[in-house]
């Protein structure tokens, strides 16, 4: 057994032109890399496959979202671990190796991530219904509820029994469902606190940047709400989501008092994304 011979490394993209080829110079070429861009453009396709022999890209013909591209790309994975990173993560050299290391060692690990040199520690897990429990003497390694998508290593043999991503999810929270997922299926989703990546923000595609705060506003509202209907009991549902949803409209009221039409927008977009979630339509504001 090897880490270049038992993982797989996946990444979607989409309008990432200005940054794939950083993310791929960054990876060994030792790795095989599958990557499913989210478009049709062949052009990009063949660019990256004629660089990097070790990549293969494939072609989805429209924008599937994460959830959907990612499972794309896994059930094309044949080795017993994968590797999920976005193009804006940068790990470091010897991110993946100790990942390995550790999914070795504790064979119920279904996830586990890194740090974020980045971001502080502690926005990059949580719980939700148990409490922070170390797995090693060292402290260093936590069993947690959930973790943050930025690099996430899976033991493919247990992704299979939990059900691959939810592909109700477009973009956010998705990871975050696969976790508690992951937990309700009695398997380990832990994060590793000396294990480093470099996960920069919101720079993943080339688009322009407010048109993405708008798909992201809309996709978060939506999300959420999805996501704690599915999950939780009403009271925590009234508790967070509800509550967000409550003080989200009070500061659009604010922001229009003040005149300032962006802030504006961009709450008008999670307040919309999160109304169609509660009508029960489907995921599907696009740019």
């Known amino acids: ?3 270049f011979k038992d993982t797989t490394i996946l990444i979607v993209t989409f309008k990432s032109e200005k940054i794939i080829f950083k993310t791929l110079k960054n990876i060994s070429k030792k790795f095989k890399i599958l990557i499913a861009e989210n478009s049709n453009n062949v052009i990009l396709k063949k660019k990256i496959e004629k660089k990097y022999l070790n990549c293969k890209v494939f072609n989805t013909g429209k924008n599937l979202g994460v959830s959907k591209a990612i499972n794309f790309l896994l059930k094309k994975v044949n080795t017993k671990y994968s590797i999920f990173i976005t193009p804006d993560a940068f790990p470091a050299k010897d991110c993946f190796d100790k990942l390995y290391n550790v999914a070795k060692k504790i064979n119920n690990a279904a996830i586990l991530s890194p740090n974020n040199k980045l971001e502080k520690e502690k926005k990059l897990y949580g719980f939700y219904n148990s409490k922070e429990k170390n797995i090693n003497s060292s402290n260093d390694i936590i069993n947690v509820d959930w973790v943050l998508g930025g690099v996430m290593f899976f033991n493919n043999n247990h992704l299979k029994k939990i059900g691959y991503f939810d592909e109700n999810f477009f973009l956010d929270y998705e990871e975050i469902d696969l976790c508690l997922r992951a937990k309700k299926n009695f398997f380990n989703v832990l994060f590793c ?11 993943s595609s080339d688009q322009n940047y407010f048109m993405l705060k708008k798909l992201r ?15 939780f009991i009403l009271k925590k549902y009234l508790k967070f989501p509800l509550l967000i949803l409550v003080t989200t409209i009070v500061k659009f009221f604010y922001q229009l008092t003040r005149l300032d039409t962006n802030k504006m927008t961009i709450h008008l977009f999670f307040i919309n994304g999160f109304l169609n979630s509660l009508l029960k339509k489907k995921s599907n504001f696009r740019i």
């Open 1 to 3: 057994m090897s880490l």
């Open 193 to 203: 606190k000396k294990i480093f990546t470099y996960n920069l923000k919101h720079q």
């Open 217 to 231: 506003a809309w996709h978060h509202g939506w999300s959420m709400h999805y996501f704690y209907k599915k999950h």
